[in-house]
T-cell receptor, first 113, second 111 residues
Framework: GAGVSQSPSNKVTEKGKDVELRCDPI?????LYWYRQRLGQGLEFLIY????????KSGLPSDRFSAERTGESVSTLTIQRTQQEDSAVYLC???????????FGDGTRLSIL | GEDVEQSLFLSVREGDSSVINCTYT??????LYWYKQEPGAGLQLLTY?????DMKQDQRLTVLLNKKDKHLSLRIADTQTGDSAIYFC???????????FGTGTQLKVEL
């Protein structure tokens, strides 16, 4: 597609379960980013990929959070043993290269019961 | 300060100009961005300005950058009801990849 695609758009799960969130960046974009947006707040950086490597994962809040990228394309953000404070919208962005403007997907709204 | 600061709300009448202000934190940021977020949607890149520019105009949008004061503004001419949304400014501290966002300004356009 023409834009960044994220799935699922909504995810409701029970506390303690693991979740996987998927991001398909714009074709040809080498840089990929994950951010988290809590209700009524701005975005918090989580992790940055250049190609399949993650030179900056400084924003991951705990070791329950991990992410990978394969084929210099799709990325998956995994949250293990979810907690209620993980409830947020998780946004993915991509850019053509490390200096280009970031284009965002519509996000995955994660609700932990 | 350590946070990118924006006022929380702005209300304007349809047809008037809107000016949304932002104070950013890092003088070494190389790009300053404006994003628009409509309810339930992701962020739409509106415009951005390179740090060596003072002004950028794109149709109804005008961005002004004052590097000395680390102040960024977005002017929307002839504001329409479809412009109602939350507007986020963002910077890339130390010219890096990750963006630091303000908390957003909610623009309400009244008839």
């Amino acid at each position: 597609g023409a834009g960044v695609s994220q799935s699922p758009s909504n995810k409701v799960t029970e506390k303690g379960k693991d979740v996987e969130l998927r991001c398909d960046p714009i074709s040809g974009h080498t840089a990929l980013y994950w951010y988290r947006q809590r209700l009524g707040q701005g975005l918090e950086f989580l992790i940055y990929f250049q190609g399949n490597s993650a030179p900056d994962k400084s924003g991951l809040p705990s070791d329950r959070f991990s992410a990978e990228r394969t084929g210099e394309s799709v990325s998956t953000l995994t949250i293990q043993r979810t907690q209620q404070e993980d409830s947020a919208v998780y946004l993915c962005a991509s850019s053509q290269d490390r200096d280009g403007p970031q284009h965002f997907g519509d996000g995955t709204r994660l609700s932990i019961l | 300060g350590e946070d990118v600061e924006q006022s929380l709300f702005l209300s304007v009448r349809e047809g008037d100009s809107s000016v949304i202000n932002c104070t950013y934190t890092d003088s070494s940021s190389t790009y300053l961005y404006w994003y628009k977020q409509e309810p339930g949607a992701g962020l739409q890149l509106l415009t951005y300005i390179f740090s060596n520019m003072d002004m950028k105009q794109d149709q109804r949008l005008t961005v002004l950058l004052n590097k000395k004061d680390k102040h960024l503004s977005l002017r929307i001419a002839d504001t329409q009801t479809g412009d109602s949304a939350i507007y986020f400014c963002a910077e890339n501290p130390r010219g890096g990849n990750k963006l630091t966002f303000g908390t957003g300004t909610q623009l309400k356009v009244e008839l």
